[in-house]
């Protein structure tokens, strides 16, 4: 019997090798987006595969798991998010569920840093200025921006992301650093001389820079919202780089537009690839599409660790970066 492998989108091609290694009949989707789940559905009913490599713009719910059937052994997913699925439902069919966790944390750092300095140094503005044939010669006002060192930046999720971007934030730029986690970490602090905050709020209130590096959950869903962007300095930025709907995108919007905060720098959309106009227009914001894991190296290397995983479930064993159901 051969053994079939979906993989609902074109990756880079490391992983699959790696999944046709075996011998395995792996289809990649052709279609130049993403599937719609009734497209999704119907080409895992027809399949029949015995394990999905699957991307965060796919929803897996109860429809698409059921279509997968009792054949299938595991929903890879390319990403170190799982929000897209539904891994309660999973575990009751007896499916895994992977992630890609650490082969992205560097570069989601350096990205999160990068984010920050566009913000302050106004690149994006700068870029667009000098396209547009408006630079006359250096002049002592022009584009002035503000700088990291010295200021306090406030980490909101002190998972592998947030802590990196904490270590490059303070070693790199001399930034002091607080956090809220709902796990204290005593050797963080120590190696960072950071602060502990004991809730998200002293965070937003004592920050510079508030940079959100938390899941998507229940209790993480516009975790900014409008009480809380009213707390932050009117001086302060955010930074997402995390999950869009952790940010309730009308709220910053407005906020921005009425000066409660300085910026923001966005990388990840509450109704992604949907974009509130009222953040499109304004000029203090950095909007990225989705991109802070971007690099060939990792993005490769996602793909390599997705076609381990379901290699290892495919040989019968627990694949190495499995999830357990939250709660
Ligand atoms: C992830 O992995 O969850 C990122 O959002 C995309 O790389």
Redesign the pocket.
Known sequence: MVTKIFVTRKIPDAGIEMLKAPGYEVKVSDKDGVLTKDELIAELKTGEYNAVLCL?TDKIDTEVLDAAGPKCKIFANY???YDNIDVEEARKRDIFVSN?PGV?TETVAEYTISLMLSLVRRIPEADKFVRAGEYHGWAPMLLMGSGLAGKTLGVVGLGRIGARVAHHAVRGFDMKVIYYDVNRNADFEKEYNAGYRADVDHVLTDADFVSIHVPLLDSTKHLINDARLQLMKNSAYLINTSRGPVVEEAALGRALKAGTIRGAAID?FEFEPKIDSLLTELDNIVLTP?I??ATEETRGK?SELAAQNILEALSGNIPPNVIQAQG
């Open positions: 965060l990403a170190v998010g890609t992205l990840v989705h802070a894991s996602m």
